[in-house]
């Protein structure tokens, strides 16, 4: 039997995206970080859209939108974010709320799927402005007191954000998994993928793990015009030494789409005629196999190690916080929006892991969890320019529809 029409409304869609994107926009872009007064305004709007869809909507106490669903039995979760990079796109992640909006009206108004229940959430800080995934950590119980006291790049604490943004006291939503048949978001890729191979929607079979590592160098600081280059001990000169074989050696240890970055690098004092006595830099990896993660931690020791024999600079290789776990999709789930994807893109999907972090990663420890994507123009992403096909916005969506509609049985 064919899963009944569940049908969007692709211009009650693009309007809600458009008049979202109208919060905080800068040029073709958005600028509307967590907890800020524009992206308050936002959310209370955002609350607002979720009730005339029927919702019992409301920002939660760390800033969340939760449209929580009327009707009996258990609900499809989906969600996504809406707050942005200091300087974002206007589809990171409120791409994936809107569809949230517009699948939970568009089930509605079909008589097949009418009665099933869809919760839908704007999770706040996805971006990190305090704590990365803020709102999915706080909805799976996985917050501890001492979050609340994390800052931003200017120190400004969590808390006192909360508390002025009038969240103070709040209740908290916290999810019962019981109640979820899991959980699904969709995204745009942010990435070069699906553009490259000429699909318009990416089956996400899970998300990438991360490795964060800090590389230090202890050598010894002098004169820059006195010290002669064979007795120099240059934490510098090592740094950029160990950066330059990561860079030659990591293809041979990673597998097909392991990316490693240095993001920052610094020299201490960091003064033009002094030689560097201290240096440090970070360097991140990721990939969806924990075996190529492992591989690729032992070999930056191994480099270290190489590095040290030469007894000039000393270098030290540490992790900079805990690991982010690889998080694989639902079997079950993904199956419904492979589906979905064959009858409105046939032969336009393509199954593909997720590059980058989302709130589904954190979701996925709790729940049956779920992703799709969508192409983005030139891969651009985390940037201004960033952008989607108007077509493939709506495809996507229909997609995602129907999709949620199968995980809900119709
Ligand atoms: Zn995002």
Known sequence: MNPPEVRINPDRLLGDLHRLRGFGACGPGVVRQSLTPIDMESRRWLCERMREAGLEARIDGVGTVFGRSPRPGRALLIGSHTDTQPEGGWLDGA???IYGLEVARALAECPHTRDFAVDVASWIDEEGR???CLGSHSFCGELSDSAYDATDTEGNILRDALREAGLEGAAIERGDPARYIGYAEAHIEQGPWLEHEGKRIGVVTGIVGSRNLT???AGQQNHAGTTPMALRRDAGHALVEFAHRVYETFPEHAGE????TIGWMHLHPGFESIVPGSAEMNLQFRDQDVAVLDR?????????AEANRQDRAQITVERARPPSIPALMDEGLRGHIETAAQRHASGDWVRMPSAAVHDAQVLARHMPASMMFVPSIGGISHAFEEDTAEEDLVLGCQVFATAAAGMLGA
């Open 95 to 97: 791409m994936g709320v």
């Open 130 to 132: 305090f704590f990365g």
């Open 215 to 217: 590389v230090s160098v």
């Open 257 to 260: 789409r392991s990316v490693w």
């Open 296 to 304: 690729l931690e032992a070999h930056a020791h191994a480099l270290a």
